[in-house]
């Protein structure tokens, strides 16, 4: 009913007038741009795919405060990390549209005064990456001119549109830092590293820029990695990844023993690198000798010999591993572990005494394994706003064994409980009908109600194992760290 109300009063009020009576009701001007003097400079203190993103525009900036449109208020949470002191407007979709073609035409014509110095126009483009918390630009020959792209918090966004000749000075100044050949209808891959300004938001961080060009029937397409080097080496610790209990105290007399063979499996996104780079965190000191072969390094770890892959020159995984399994390392860390015959390498090399670890997608390749580390990431929930509730019975039966498409997966809620009364996350006496479990709510804080990511792992050693990833997803959605829905995500796989 409430939902049929909210229609019919949007229907008959229309989307600019509920606008002008939310913000009347919350006390803050309601602005209609095209009647206001839109500054160029205030303009682009908000990058301007944050600012199509989330439907928010800064056009007046005055004593250190800057004005900015917007049609949610919550929305100004997207843009707290860029340090703005603000003064919200609510406004409408065509002023948002009005500004951000104006944004557009500001950029190109930026670009194009550097048309001449492909190096200037590269460094500008880079700067305005970081600034707009990017992690990959893609710059791509399109039907009229170049075409840029930004990912953002996982989203491919589009950041603006260049004259083909900006572009191809800027590929080519970027293939000129890889070293890479300026002409190849090859794949070609490279890397180079940069110090951004401090004004693009990161504190003169390292950034290390990884390059890979694909060719392509309109010509060469770049892909950028930007890939903040103090993120892979401080801050996590297993913990922190989500391990907890039973399965951290296995998890650390296996790597106490430092023999044998780990493989941290899951799907592309769940986490496989970042857990691998934290035990070679623990494991990394200067009586071990440590070497990576990787696909792609994304981070440089002191006192480590980190291979690159190179197929192009016969440098696979498999060759790469056969040349440092000749030579004297005490632990191997191999990045894709993609096939059998990869995994009776490393096996071979861990009766050698060789600790070895790896990562990969195929859960079929794990069964060799002295340690299979099973991970997932669900949404974190956010912990100002979240809703409680208490579970309904159907609401478990996608969690039951045989519901899921594979048949022999599912929770066994008992184990469930065992675990939270033994970690003291429950009382004693509570029984599996009087958990409390949580939703999300939503809040000017979180984005619908979540904020961040949490790990779900299960730790599987010499064949035992406590809690499978569906039972972790259940046991940390009676935490209040993530909701039954973001684990029923899990169950589903």
Known sequence: MERELDWLKGDM????????????????????????????????????????????????????????????????EKIDFLKLKTKPRLTNRESVKLALLQYQKILKEKFAALSQRGVEAADSLLSHALQSNATHVHLEPAAAGMLVRYRIRGALVEAMRLPQEVGEKINAHFKSLAKLFPVSTAFQEGRFKVSPPAQAGHNDEPVSVQVRTVPGV?????????????????????????????????????????EGLLLACGP?????????????????????????IENSIEFHLP????????????????????????????????????????????????????????????????????????????????????????LLRDELEMFETGAGPDASVGANFGKVLAALKEEDAVSQEKQWKDLQFYKPAGCEKCDNGYKGYVGLQEVIVAGESGLNVIEEGLFKAAQGLTSVEEAAKVAQE
Not at 23 to 43: H, K, N, Q, T
Not at 227 to 244: I, P
């Open 13 to 76: 009020l229309g989307e600019d007038e509920m606008r002008r009576g939310a913000a009347r009701s919350l006390g803050v001007p309601f602005v209609i741009l095209s009647r206001e003097d839109i500054s160029p400079d205030a303009l682009t203190l908000i990058p301007e795919p944050l600012s199509r993103a989330h439907t928010i525009v800064a056009y007046r900036a005055e004593d250190g405060t800057v004005e900015v449109a917007l049609l949610d208020i919550a929305d100004l």
């Open 268 to 292: 592309r996104g769940s986490g496989k690198t970042t857990t691998l780079y934290t035990l070679l965190d623990l494991l990394n000191s200067p009586h071990l000798s440590i070497a990576t």
């Open 303 to 390: 006192l480590a010999a980190q291979t690159r892959v190179r197929p192009e020159i016969g440098l696979t995984i498999d060759a790469g591993l056969r040349a440092l399994l000749r030579t004297d390392h005490d632990v191997v860390m191999v990045g894709d572990v993609n096939s059998r015959d990869t995994v009776a390498l490393m096996q071979a090399a861990a009766k050698r005494g060789v600790f070895m670890l790896g990562a990969t997608e195929d859960s079929s390749l794990v069964e060799g394994a002295d340690c299979v580390i099973n991970g997932r990431l669900v949404k974190k929930l956010c912990q100002h706003c979240k809703a409680a509730y208490t």
């Open 218 to 258: 309109r010509g060469e397409k770049l892909h950028l990695r930007l890939a903040r080097e103090k993120q892979g080496q401080t801050g996590y610790t297993l913990e922190s990844l989500g391990l907890h209990g039973g399965q951290l105290e296995r998890l650390h007399e296996f790597l106490d023993k430092r």
